[in-house]
T-cell receptor, first 113, second 114 residues
Framework: GDSVTQTEGQVALSEEDFLTIHCNYSASGYPALFWYVQYPGEGPQFLFRASRDKEKGSSRGFEATYDKGTTSFHLRKASVQESDSAVYYCALGDRSNYNVLYFGSGTKLTVEP | GPKVLQIPSHQIIDMGQMVTLNCDPVSNHLYFYWYKQILGQQMEFLVN????????KSKLFKDQFSVERPDGSYFTLKIQPTALEDSAVYFC????????????FGPGTRLTVL
């Protein structure tokens, strides 16, 4: 079945560091890919999506490019801030399955001032 | 922005009892979802619901689970009877019916089955 793999369980950075969180997917069809962010005590919030190969999604300085060749959708940010500390989830959306989302295991980002 | 509310935020019940989790979705949304997250594990899809019907459900959506949204009120997840392995945080989400639509999530209900 469809699945998403996030290799980093936790990432610790200092402010202004460059961020990369890796996301790889496995799908039988042509899914959409999403990034969601979750702050303590809240549900996940949509960050952005991409629905076709080579499309770049971006929001709040974060970006990721859909790469069908490497089945990846890595999240990057050039300069992180302490307020970016949260859990980041990569997700795969199956259009043929009524928008069901398949989430990765999440990456907890901690940014020190 | 639009908010999804979930009631209650915490629920503790004894195994075998019935529990109903309530979700107040975004007002103009038509798709509704439940996801389950066991502590330390990833969030997993349970079920989605549109136009009064279950459209898709996962193998986690056992026979003891049911969902409904009577007359546009709360979207509910009922578990009857509960089991120990039902202890988790349950997230409700809603969206417009467009393909790949953004899902708006509630803050979750933490269910503890003793």
């Amino acid at each position: 079945g469809d699945s998403v793999t996030q290799t980093e369980g936790q990432v610790a950075l200092s402010e202004e560091d460059f961020l990369t969180i890796h996301c790889n997917y496995s799908a039988s069809g042509y899914p959409a890919l999403f990034w969601y962010v979750q702050y303590p005590g809240e549900g996940p919030q949509f960050l952005f999506r991409a629905s076709r190969d080579k499309e770049k999604g971006s929001s709040r300085g974060f970006e990721a490019t859909y790469d069908k060749g490497t089945t990846s959708f890595h999240l990057r940010k050039a300069s992180v801030q302490e307020s970016d500390s949260a859990v980041y989830y990569c997700a795969l959306g199956d259009r043929s399955n009524y928008n069901v989302l398949y989430f990765g295991s999440g990456t907890k980002l901690t940014v020190e001032p | 922005g639009p908010k999804v509310l979930q009631i209650p935020s915490h629920q503790i019940i004894d195994m075998g009892q019935m529990v109903t989790l309530n979700c107040d979705p975004v007002s103009n949304h038509l798709y509704f979802y439940w996801y389950k997250q066991i502590l330390g594990q990833q969030m997993e899809f349970l079920v989605n619901f549109y136009n009064g019907k279950v459209m898709e459900k996962s193998k986690l959506f056992k026979d003891q689970f049911s969902v409904e949204r009577p007359d546009g009120s709360y979207f509910t997840l009922k578990i009857q009877p509960t089991a120990l392995e039902d202890s988790a945080v349950y997230f409700c989400a809603s969206s417009l019916p467009d393909n790949y639509a953004e899902q708006f999530f509630g803050p979750g209900t933490r269910l503890t089955v003793l």
